[in-house]
DNA sequence: CCTCGGCATGCAAGCGCTTGCAGTCGAGGC
DNA sequence: GCCTCGACTGCAAGCGCTTGCATGCCGAGG
């Protein structure tokens, strides 16, 4: 009657059987626990092979306390960045022999629902928290959850991480403008009303107002926007930036995808790009190459690799100490940068 | 002892004990099943509430017989198309209390580990079986393994699943193209050693031979190229075409990232799109709207939520019949498309 | 006043594994 | 020849829930 189980499926009892031993020899042989003699396993391994015998997970989960399974946090799986890092995790923590369960903090509620009743409790042995727009406050209601966790893109103390340096990117970025020349180069960021004080936006801010000082350049508020991280987010900051009365001779964007949003509705206002409107983003998008976006590129599936080999060791037998990592990032150049137009004025 | 797990969390034994009832009312109670006085609920949901209890789903499966857990079952997380898919199914189902766990098909072995040991057995109640690369026959061993299964992108039959009409789409694009006045239009499109006859490539194909036929066009095999439904794949492709001693003046690539990866390439070659070149896609991506690429235009979110509603449906009570739906498409013209340069003076 | 049908609740048997502990057996040591 | 020790293997007690069945209670009908 059970709906979505056809006939039923052998269970470890039918192996044992089978095999002329115990379930627990069973268990033993074919998990490689030691203390089983060698004529013994290839019984047991042979008659789960001819019987097709799958372990039950759910049993197994329950009697070990372990169930096998990472959880992997993110904002949203739908936007490049985080499916870029599920593929990361996923292969390294699949290899491994563990399920990975996707946690979004999309939908209503969003992140406070994520606080107030965190959904991977009992669900997962381990959990890589990837990009999350969460304070220190907030992280600590997560880990008192008790789940190993190992923080990517964001750094919080005593949590196992690794990042990417996002001021030194901005810096990087922004420093590619003004060694450009140009003066007057805005900000499209993230959200401006981030209640958990998100650091990557942050930290780029900061970033990009370090490249601005070092040129000797001071910061306009009126040249910083936010953009949402997506596509929309960026056009729409472009909109703004083209409507003021001295707009930018170039943009930095904290994302590609914002990147690419903004240098469309420039072409569109008729503003080329770059010969009057530089642009550059942060992330190397697939897309990026494609567009000939400029960009600050930062390897996504490699750090989702490296998240979940540091889980990994964090959750077997001799875990070493928590420790924070910080990835590489690179000045990609490619056709949306350039010197500002020699005579600063209209645009035809 | 256990790794990540903090203090023991309280079972249903401890709410039992503070509601002063037993632990099978909890659970009738907490499950909102009939026959529990109203008192007796309000009681035990405010031990729970006050104890923090969790329900452990492990348990609850084993007991239970149910994971409420569904597997969504894709290529690979990371492209654009099946992240989207992934949005839809989670909305959906996890408003419904279930887990969404992925499973793709990438790595080594790919689509034939995944024939030969279905990771998602044991695990899932049901399957959204979305895009996959597998005929008929590999979808039997699918379902072999008796879980409830729907089908997205692709039908089978007596599964319940939901598709666009492949060929329809490719009608509809390049009758766009020949509408315009082309003659000569390439295709690029799936694998061609694509071993299981995936029928979406196979159909869209089609298309694009009945609309040629429909204006009266010869098909010429030199035109319809390989792209592997990836940016660098629409790229090489068009390499391809651009290399031949006539090439095409319109170009319909099976999805947005091949016709994007296209683009890039003719632009990049001194090519001019729309004017000397123009290209349409299927699936109207998200930055699709941005580089202004005409396209077929699908609802993928929409389809994932709907696949997951079929689904549940499915999983339900009174399951209906399994049915096949099909969703639907929409041209949308942007700005790769036009008519084709005039050799006998149409239009400068 | 006694009985019967329903509703609310409790009992206890699992679900399929894992694992601490006990037992078996053969070989080596005294 | 008996005891000790080690390598294997089995026993059985759970892991935390769900659920069929039994039980107790109450009002209504006979």
Same mark, same amino acid.
């Given at each position: 009657?059970?709906?979505?189980?056809?006939?039923?499926?052998?269970?470890?009892?039918?192996?044992?059987?089978?095999?002329?031993?115990?379930?627990?020899?069973?268990?033993?042989?074919?998990?490689?626990?030691p203390?089983?003699?060698?004529?013994?396993?290839?019984?047991?391994?042979?008659?789960?092979?001819?019987?097709?015998?799958?372990?039950?997970?759910?049993?197994?989960?329950?009697?070990g306390?372990r169930?096998?399974?990472?959880g992997?946090?993110v904002?949203?799986?739908?936007?490049?960045?985080?499916?870029?890092?599920?593929?990361?995790?996923?292969?390294?923590?699949?290899?491994?022999?563990?399920d990975?369960?996707?946690?979004?903090?999309?939908?209503?509620?969003?992140?406070?629902?994520?606080?107030?009743?965190?959904?991977?409790?009992?669900?997962?042995?381990?959990?890589?928290?990837?990009?999350?727009?969460? %304070?220190?406050?907030?992280?600590? !209601?997560?880990m008192?959850? /008790?789940? +190993? =966790?190992?923080?990517?893109g $964001?750094l919080?103390? @005593?949590?196992?991480?690794?990042?990417?340096?996002?001021?030194?990117?901005?810096?990087?970025?922004?420093?590619?403008?003004?060694?450009?020349?140009?003066?007057?180069?805005?900000?499209?960021?993230?959200?401006?009303?981030?209640?958990?004080?998100?650091?990557?936006?942050?930290?780029?801010?900061?970033?990009?107002?370090?490249?601005?000082?070092?040129?000797?350049?001071?910061?306009?508020?009126?040249?910083?926007?936010?953009?949402?991280?997506?596509l929309?987010?960026g056009?729409?900051?472009?909109?703004?930036?083209?409507?003021?009365?001295?707009?930018?001779?170039a943009?930095?964007?904290?994302?590609?995808?914002?990147?690419?949003?903004?240098?469309?509705?420039?072409?569109?206002?008729?503003?080329?790009?770059?010969?009057?409107?530089?642009?550059? %983003?942060?992330?190397?998008?697939? !897309?990026?190459?494609?567009? /000939?976006? +400029? =960009?600050?590129?930062?390897? $996504?599936?490699?750090? @989702?690799?490296?998240?979940a080999?540091?889980?990994?060791?964090?959750?077997?037998?001799?875990?070493?100490?928590?420790?924070?990592?910080?990835?590489?990032?690179?000045?990609?150049?490619?056709?949306t940068?350039?010197?500002?137009?020699?005579?600063?004025?209209?645009r035809?």
């Amino acid at each position: 009657m059970a709906t979505g189980s056809g006939q039923d499926s052998p269970t470890i009892n039918d192996v044992a059987r089978r095999a002329d031993v115990s379930v627990a020899t069973v268990s033993r042989a074919l998990r490689g626990l030691p203390n089983v003699a060698p004529s013994t396993r290839a019984r047991v391994v042979e008659a789960a092979a001819t019987l097709e015998y799958v372990i039950d997970p759910t049993a197994s989960r329950l009697a070990g306390g372990r169930s096998h399974t990472v959880g992997l946090v993110v904002p949203m799986l739908g936007q490049w960045f985080h499916s870029q890092i599920f593929t990361g995790v996923e292969g390294v923590v699949g290899a491994a022999g563990y399920d990975v369960l996707p946690f979004t903090m999309s939908g209503p509620g969003g992140v406070a629902r994520f606080i107030d009743s965190p959904p991977f409790r009992k669900r997962v042995d381990g959990l890589v928290v990837a990009d999350a727009p969460l %304070g220190n406050e907030q992280f600590e !209601v997560v880990m008192a959850a /008790g789940v +190993t =966790t190992v923080t990517l893109g $964001v750094l919080v103390d @005593g949590v196992a991480g690794l990042a990417v340096d996002n001021t030194a990117a901005a810096r990087l970025a922004v420093g590619h403008l003004t060694g450009l020349g140009h003066t007057r180069i805005a900000l499209i960021g993230g959200v401006d009303d981030d209640p958990f004080r998100f650091s990557v936006p942050v930290d780029r801010f900061r970033g990009y107002q370090e490249a601005l000082k070092a040129a000797e350049l001071t910061y306009d508020p009126e040249l910083a926007v936010p953009g949402n991280f997506s596509l929309d987010g960026g056009a729409e900051a472009m909109h703004r930036l083209l409507a003021l009365s001295d707009p930018p001779t170039a943009v930095f964007a904290c994302s590609d995808e914002m990147a690419i949003g903004a240098m469309q509705v420039a072409r569109d206002a008729g503003v080329r790009v770059p010969e009057e409107m530089s642009i550059i %983003g942060i992330d190397d998008h697939d !897309v990026s190459e494609y567009v /000939g976006l +400029t =960009t600050i590129r930062q390897d $996504v599936v490699g750090q @989702g690799e490296r998240a979940a080999t540091l889980l990994l060791e964090q959750l077997g037998p001799d875990a070493p100490a928590p420790t924070h990592e910080i990835h590489p990032i690179r000045l990609v150049v490619r056709r949306t940068t350039g010197a500002p137009a020699p005579h600063t004025g209209k645009r035809g």
